[in-house]
């Protein structure tokens, strides 16, 4: 079964940093994409970051050259780096993998920007 568990969100002041982890377990995932969404109330979960196997990622361009997406492969981790974080970005963010037919989701882990 599949387990992911996120780590690193919290409260920062805008301007300011926070890394996001998440730890995946229950298989290897190293041939699999991950990355990351985020929710607000109300609003659809909207794709912030993922990244493939191999390397590759792509950013929402809400966060493009703030956020930055990294994994390791050997440890079934990935992780979010958010720079310049501002209070848009506000939301709880949750760890994904995308299995086949479908996208497995984390229990999420919360961001507050304060202004």
């Known amino acids: 079964q599949v387990q992911l568990v996120e780590s690193g969100g919290g409260l920062v002041q805008a301007g300011g940093s926070l890394r996001l982890s998440c730890a995946a377990s229950?298989?290897?995932?190293?041939?699999?994409?991950m990355g990351w969404y985020r929710q607000t109330p109300g609003k659809q979960r909207e794709l912030v970051a993922r990244?493939?196997?191999?390397?590759?990622?792509m950013y929402a361009d809400s966060v493009k050259g703030r956020f930055s997406i990294s994994r390791d492969n050997a440890k079934n981790t990935v992780r979010l780096q958010m720079n310049s974080l501002q209070p848009d970005d506000t939301a709880v963010y949750y760890c994904?993998?995308?299995?086949?037919?479908?996208?497995?989701w984390g229990q999420g882990t919360q961001v507050t920007v304060s202004s």
């Open positions: 229950g298989s290897a995932f190293s041939t699999n994409t």
């Open positions: 994904a993998i995308w299995l086949p037919g479908l996208v497995y």
């Open positions: 990244i493939t196997s191999g390397g590759s990622s």
